[in-house]
Structures are given as structure tokens and as C-alpha cells.
């Protein structure tokens, strides 16, 4: 089965308002949650990343919070702008340098 | 300078014919791997390697097979595409150590026929 889901997958936003990604996993040794951006006909790329030492990372506009507990993960972006409008997608791991997993995708859409 | 490259960019190819997709990265990276991209379904893990001359099967490794003859060099091959394989295929890399961060190549849209 999917060992990590992304349960809604779409999202419509108001220019400068917070968009939030959720994201839920199954495996109790996933340590590191990632959120990557994929442009139509593009390929994804890394936005930001968190090991499982920490349950909060920012940068910039981004903030990661993670919720070992519930298994959950999520995006944070404020002042959400037009061009944040793409596919997001979680992902997760184990260890360094190893494999993922990733979610189907939420596509954010961020109006004017 | 485009550090994972992947060729074809694109492919049509007929049912019950063999298809070979081929990656190349410069990123001195030990890890690489193949996903497929589906509406509904995101990325999907088909192969991936850990090092040159060993390959090991993904989530979805049914109907390929990978090839990886050295460092650089990562292949995905269909022996006998069906209707089923039409999708988008990504090839990525990665580093052995630090950061788990994938770099993905612009992908390959195959088109079974």
C-alpha cells in the first residue's frame, strides 16, 4: 500500500493568504520528510526538508512541521503568492541518501 | 549546466516492442533512480541503485528492468512496452551522505501505442 498519502488533493488560495500542505505516513522509521514542487512539464524539485530530530524547520516563507506522534507532516506557506501555483508533493525516508516515498500530489493554486 | 540528463525526451512506441531509456548524471552521485509519473498516482518508485553494476527493484518494478554500467550511467528498459506504460519517467540522483535530496532529470513522456 501507499506508505504516504497526501489526502487532499487540491487547494485554492488567496494571493497573501497561508497555504497549508498535509501530508500522513505509515512507517514508524521514516527520519526524513521532504516537500518537493513541480511545475506543469517541469521536474519536481526540493523546497525543504526536515529529519525527525527536529518537528519544525523554517525558511523563508517555508515551514515544515512534523508530528511523529500522529504521523503527520506539513507545509506551511504564507504570503502565498501567484507563482507558489504548481504540484507539491511530500515525500519520505529512511536514513541517508535512500530511497523515498512519495504522495500523489496536491496541486496549490494561488489567486489573485 | 544540467547535471541529470535523460534521453529520449520523449517516445512513441508500438505494443510488444523493447524501449530503452537512458540517464546520465554528473552529479558524482551514488544513488540514482527511475519513477513513473501518473495522473492520480504522483511518483512511483520502479528501480533504483546504490552503486554501479547492481540494481534493485522498486514498488512497481513488474514489466522492467534497469541497468546501471557505471557511476554515471542509469537505464530503464522495457522488453515488451504494453498500453500500460504510457506515462512520464523520471530519473534522479542522489548523494550517499548528508542530505536525502533527490535531483531529478526533465523526464521522458512515453507513448505506447
Known amino acids: 500500500g501507499q506508505q504516504v498519502k497526501q489526502s487532499s488533493p487540491s487547494l485554492t488560495v488567496q494571493e497573501g493568504g497561508i497555504s497549508i500542505l498535509n501530508c500522513d505516513y505509515e512507517n514508524d522509521m521514516f527520519d526524513y520528510f521532504a516537500w518537493y514542487k513541480k511545475y506543469p512539464d517541469n521536474s519536481p524539485t526540493l523546497l525543504i526538508s526536515v529529519r525527525s530530530n527536529v518537528d519544525k524547520r523554517e525558511d523563508g516563507r517555508l515551514t515544515v512541521f512534523l508530528n511523529k506522534s500522529g504521523k503527520h507532516f506539513s507545509l506551511h506557506i504564507t504570503a502565498s503568492q501567484p507563482e507558489d501555483t504548481a504540484v507539491y508533493l511530500c515525500a519520505a525516508g529512511e536514513g541517508t541518501g535512500s530511497k523515498l516515498s512519495f504522495g500523489k500530489g496536491a496541486k496549490l493554486t494561488v489567486s489573485p | 549546466e544540467a547535471a541529470v540528463t535523460q534521453s529520449p525526451r520523449s517516445k512513441v512506441a508500438v505494443t510488444g516492442g523493447k524501449v530503452t531509456l537512458s540517464c546520465h548524471q554528473t552529479?558524482?552521485?551514488?544513488?540514482m533512480y527511475w519513477y513513473r509519473q501518473d495522473t492520480g498516482h504522483g511518483l512511483r518508485l520502479i528501480h533504483y541503485s546504490y552503486v554501479a553494476d547492481s540494481t534493485e527493484k522498486g514498488d512497481i518494478p513488474d514489466g522492467y528492468k534497469a541497468s546501471r554500467p557505471s557511476q554515471e550511467n542509469f537505464s530503464l528498459i522495457l522488453e515488451l512496452a504494453s498500453l500500460s506504460q504510457t506515462a512520464v519517467y523520471f530519473c534522479?540522483?542522489?548523494?550517499?551522505?548528508?542530505?536525502?535530496?533527490?535531483?531529478f532529470g526533465p523526464g521522458t513522456r512515453l507513448t505506447v501505442l
Open positions: 552529479n558524482n552521485h551514488d544513488y
Open positions: 534522479a540522483s542522489s548523494d550517499v551522505s548528508g542530505d536525502a535530496e533527490q535531483f
